[in-house]
């Protein structure tokens, strides 16, 4: 069965620096791999997807992730962090039937 | 406006009542989605549906129904057999419900038990 496993509970970052959110996965045959970030009491918006092709993935507000099938991972990372990208981040694989992470909340330092 | 709405966006009951929660999305999406989201459990799936009139039951069904009578509309009844129903639910839906389909989520319904 599929599974996604989110080893970070909470980061926190300071605002400038560089971001880094481990993704692991479980998965049979090739993965659809998606990020989402949820705001506090809001839902999840889509980041970005892997399907296939490019394993660097670019996406919405400056994220990127990169898809390393020897290591079964997909971590999110950003270059340079702003105060609004604190928010909790879900890594899911699969898409009928996906399965979620148990998410990493960031938090940002001034 | 395409997207999914979910309403109210709070709502509170009194323990041993069901209550209602009302998902429309104008997307024309076949497949949609009801998660339960605790903290620290990430998302776990309630209920889905492929097409209308037809839909399956997630991992942590029990406690809760739905219906499928139309393709925008998916509610979720949380009845009185649920034993801890306090929770923020999501609402999601996707063109289809393929390993390859983005999910696109709804702003949420936190349902306070009381």
């Known amino acids: 069965a599929q599974s996604v496993t989110q080893p970070d509970i909470h980061i926190t970052v300071s605002e400038g620096a560089s971001l880094e959110l481990r993704c692991n996965y479980s998965?049979?045959?090739?993965?659809?791999l998606f990020w989402y970030v949820q705001s506090p009491g809001q839902g999840l918006q889509l980041l970005l997807k892997?399907?296939?092709?490019?394993?660097l993935v670019q996406g919405i507000k400056g994220f990127e992730a990169e898809f390393k099938r020897s290591q079964s991972s997909f971590n999110l990372r950003k270059p340079s962090v702003h105060w609004s990208d604190a928010a909790e981040y879900f890594c899911?694989?699969?898409?009928?039937?996906?399965?979620f992470g148990a998410g990493t909340r960031l938090t940002v330092k001034p | 406006d395409g997207g999914i709405t979910q309403s109210p966006k709070y709502l509170f009951r009194k323990e041993g009542q069901n209550v209602t929660l009302s998902c429309e999305q104008n997307?024309?999406?076949?497949?949609m989605y009801w998660y339960r989201q605790d903290p620290g459990q990430g998302l776990r799936l309630i209920y889905y549906?492929?097409?209308?009139?037809?839909?399956q039951k997630g991992d942590i069904a029990e406690g809760y129904s739905v219906s499928r009578e139309k393709k925008e509309s998916f509610p979720l009844t949380v009845t009185s057999a649920q034993k801890n129903p306090t929770a923020f639910y999501l609402c999601?839906?996707?063109?289809?419900?393929?390993?390859?389909?983005?999910?696109?989520f709804g702003p949420g319904t936190r349902l306070t038990v009381l």
């Open positions: 997307l024309n999406h076949d497949a």
């Open positions: 899911a694989v699969g898409g009928g039937d996906m399965r």
């Open positions: 549906s492929q097409i209308v009139n037809d839909f």
């Open positions: 892997y399907f296939s092709g490019d394993t």
């Open positions: 998965y049979g045959a090739t993965p659809y």
């Open positions: 999601a839906s996707s063109p289809r419900s393929g390993s390859s389909d983005t999910q696109y």
